[in-house]
């Protein structure tokens, strides 16, 4: 069965191409505009790995990633988040909020690729 | 970074797609913006305004606009900082950021046009940021400097020993270590031990943490860096201790020296900046800015499905004729059905319309900058007054309705409201007040802009009209005529070419604008009180609910939400005001009278409202007209088939349709209707001879 990934970000630009990617890549893409609306996205659905923003309105990125790692569903699933060249401190804000790596913007498909293969092969 | 591996229209279709979104944004930010300028920007405002100039970053750099990235990049490290406390909402700031919004959205229309906006475009507000932010400006091509940092690639075998050992609390960021296994396992041959000496026993053990420890040993020509790699996300939940291990007998040799020019992986990825540009195709006209969120779809097939579903409400009337003229009982059954299907077509065309209906706010979000930007230019303290943002119309409407707004604004402030001193002097408040307005009346939108300036000088309009041979020195113009010259072709009442007004663009563009919509602008002026525009557009160019009206063997559509009622006149109703002009009498209030049968010469025609019918309607303008019809027929859904585009404009009338009948019917325009005068003198007829003998006040448009 095809892995499902889940996109959650408040640019459509960047869930097109992340989704487009991804599916090139044999992936069943969801999309999300933000931290709300992704959480009632995956309820009921099993998610391989989740690819989130940090910046978005409602809830942002890091506090999707503390939400999604308090469900037992979500306690293994790999978790990226999209952060900008500088953004050490977002890095280390998100990993203390349980995200398993981060992807660097500006977006390239193969490094994303990359990257998702790296924890969700 | 490129969108290496997808192809030309996968490109383009994401390009589309983000300057779609940049627009969207750069609406919004306006708005932001606006409130930032009021002083009325909270956080929340604050974290929009951050991810506007985030989202565009982020696609920015994708596609490879370097100048929009290094722009981006300043205004959100400042954005942040505001959202930090660290930077202050003052004045200066917030004007700053205004102007860094021109600046966005001006770089944006420059990618999107694939044109250069000049290298120092901007740069004065950049600097300004940095300023602010106390660093000199940082090079933002990011993403070739991460791929530069590969600089030390060395290569040849090479043994490698690697411990790694995890923190317990590992999992809880849903690391696998078989993964990062896994991974070194791919960068050349791999000995795994695992240390197993810290698992507790059994129940002890708590499944969520790590007790393993690993040591490798990887042969690989690999870098050292190459293996960090692998560990990159887990250097902080790990120790991890990588060390080229003792060269052995046998990759002695390879280990001394990397041999000369041995192969170099290329980075898998290229460089930004050599994409984008060379792939892009010629922007399309550039699109005006929406705020409402939405997905997106070719206007093409909106087109399409609209017109397809005009259709569908033609068949259905067709049907429901037919259906109609059945006389038996037996032959009736099937009209349940239609009537349902009647009631769905109805439904359906409704959904149709609605995808292509937008509020009015994205064309009125613009304004309080322009009126800012102008009152500040033209020493004028202007209060703008917006009401019925919310108004929806047709989304091809509302883009063609920027400009003539923008326009009939400028004209305002810079020919309508007078200086401050003016004001005073002239007993009114220093604050000049415009009024900008949108509602739905009858199947229009009506947009007005009204100011409490000046109004129009008449005497200069006239005289300039005069001297540019617009009107003959001996003529004789009502007032109202007068103010009208303002829309002729080639008119300008501009002392001097301002660069507020005299932008070679005249009212008359304005006007012509307007009525290539299917609307009608009007203007209504008092000297030392004000002027007031009103533009009449119809909410969209497809539909309306009609009511058919026989006038002897014609058949016209009038408009179903202009209708009052309808009734039959008792002779001591009607009134002559003169041979040309009739009016009825009801409740109160005289109505005059438009008489289809006389304005169109139609054949075997009621002449006599009082054996006829007269439907009342109000006029979008502001009044009533009666309309004398032989009987109603019945009301429908109208499916409007412009005549524009292979006729001249005839007067009073808006368009055809096709009736169910398969015939056409002409649909009336009640505006139009109520300024028009009878063209034949009224019959003398035995009732309605005598004149009115108070006088009375006429109800009509304009």
């Given amino acids: ?121 | 970074m490129s969108i290496d591996g997808t192809s030309g229209s996968d490109f383009e279709r994401f390009r589309i797609t983000f300057f779609e979104e940049c627009n969207e944004i750069l609406a919004d930010l306006e708005v932001h913006l606006t409130q930032l300028q009021e002083g009325a920007l909270d956080n929340e405002g604050l974290n929009a305004v951050f991810r506007a100039a985030h989202s565009i970053k982020a696609g920015a750099g994708a596609f490879g606009f370097t100048d929009l990235v290094n722009f981006t990049h300043s205004f959100e490290a400042l954005l942040d900082k505001m959202r930090d406390g660290e930077i202050d909402q003052t004045p200066q700031v917030a004007d700053l950021l205004v102007r860094g919004g021109d600046v966005l959205a001006e770089l944006v229309s420059a990618a999107q046009e694939n044109r250069n906006a000049g290298p120092d475009f901007g740069a004065d507000v950049l600097e300004q940021v940095n300023d602010l932010l106390g660093n000199a400006p940082k090079p933002t091509d990011a993403p070739a400097s991460a791929d530069a940092q590969h600089g030390e690639i060395s290569s040849g075998m090479g043994n490698w020993t690697i411990q790694l050992t995890p923190n317990v609390d590992l999992f809880k960021n849903a690391t696998e270590p078989l993964l990062l296994i896994r991974e070194l396992r791919e960068l050349g041959a791999l000995k795994v031990n695992c240390d197993r000496s810290q698992l507790p026993p059994l129940r002890k053990l708590d499944p969520e943490l790590a007790y393993f420890s690993w040591a490798f040993e990887l042969e690989s020509e690999c870098s050292r860096e190459n293996i960090e790699e692998v560990f990159e996300f887990v250097d902080d939940t790990c120790e991890i201790a990588i060390e080229r291990a003792v060269s052995s007998e046998n990759d002695a040799k390879s280990d001394e020296a990397p041999p000369q020019g041995a192969e170099v992986q290329p980075e898998a990825s290229l460089p930004a900046k050599s994409v984008a540009a060379k792939e892009v195709a010629p922007a399309g006209k550039k699109a005006k800015a929406a705020a409402a969120s939405s997905i997106r779809v070719e206007l093409g097939r909106i087109d399409r499905l609209v017109n397809t579903v005009g259709e569908l409400v033609i068949t259905q009337a067709m049907l429901a004729q037919e259906l109609a003229d059945l006389t038996s009982d037996v032959e009736r059954q099937p009209i349940a059905g239609q009537e349902q299907l009647a009631n769905l077509t109805r439904e359906l065309q409704e959904c149709v319309m609605a995808i292509r209906m937008q509020p009015v706010k994205s064309v009125f979000a613009r304004m309080p900058r322009l009126v800012r930007d102008l009152s500040g230019k033209l020493g004028k303290k202007i209060n703008l007054r917006m009401s019925g943002e919310h108004t929806e119309v047709d989304k091809t409407i509302i883009e063609e309705l920027a400009d003539p707004l923008t326009h009939m604004i400028r004209n305002s402030i810079d020919h309508g409201l007078e200086t401050p001193d003016e004001r005073v002097a002239a007993g009114k408040a220093e604050e000049g007040t415009i009024d900008l307005s949108a509602a739905h009346v009858g199947g229009n939108i009506v947009i007005s802009i009204s100011d409490d300036g000046a109004g129009i000088n008449r005497e200069r309009v006239l005289a300039i009209a005069i001297d540019k041979g617009i009107v003959q020195p001996d003529a004789h113009l009502t007032d109202q005529e007068i103010d009208e010259l303002i829309f002729a072709p080639g008119f300008s009442t501009a002392e001097e070419v301002t660069d507020i007004s005299g932008r070679g663009v005249g009212m008359d563009v304005v006007r012509r604008n307007i009525v290539s919509l299917g609307g009608r602008i009007q203007i209504q002026s008092q000297p030392g009180h004000g002027t007031r525009l009103n533009m009449l557009i119809p909410l969209t160019l497809a539909v309306l609910d009609g009511m058919i009206v026989a006038v002897g063997n014609q058949r016209y559509i009038l408009p179903i939400t202009s209708i009052v009622e309808s009734f039959r006149p008792s002779p001591s109703q009607m009134r002559r005001l003169d041979d040309w002009t009739q009016v009825v009498q009801i409740r109160g209030e005289f109505i005059r009278i438009v008489r289809l049968c006389d304005l169109f010469n139609v054949e075997n025609a009621t002449h006599d409202p009082t054996q006829g019918l007269v439907v009342l309607t109000e006029v979008a303008g502001g009044g009533k007209i009666g309309i004398t019809v032989d009987e109603l027929i019945g009301q429908q859904q109208i499916v409007i088939k412009s005549l524009n585009d292979n006729f001249d404009p005839v007067p009073g009338i808006s368009g055809a349709t096709i009736l169910g009948n398969g015939k056409v019917a002409l649909i009336l325009d009640i505006e139009q209707l109520a300024g028009m005068k009878g063209t034949v003198p009224l019959p003398q007829e035995r009732g309605d001879a005598k004149e009115v003998d108070a006088p009375v006040a006429i109800v009509a448009a304009e």
């Fill in chain 1, 1 to 121: 069965m095809a892995k499902r990934a889940l996109t959650v970000d408040d640019s459509k630009t960047m869930r097109d191409m992340v989704a487009f990617t991804l599916k090139g890549a044999g992936f069943d893409v969801l999309e999300a505009e933000d931290g709300v609306h992704a959480l009632s996205v995956v309820k009921g659905q099993k998610v391989d790995v989740v690819i989130t923003d940090i910046n978005m309105p409602n809830m942002d990125g890091v506090t999707l990633v503390r939400e999604l790692r308090a469900k037992a569903e979500f306690k293994s699933t790999p978790i990226l988040i999209l952060t900008t060249e500088g953004g050490d401190d977002k890095k280390a804000s998100g990993k203390a909020a349980g995200a398993t790596g981060w992807i660097v913007k500006p977006f390239a498909p193969d490094k994303l690729l990359s990257v998702v293969n790296k924890v969700c092969p």
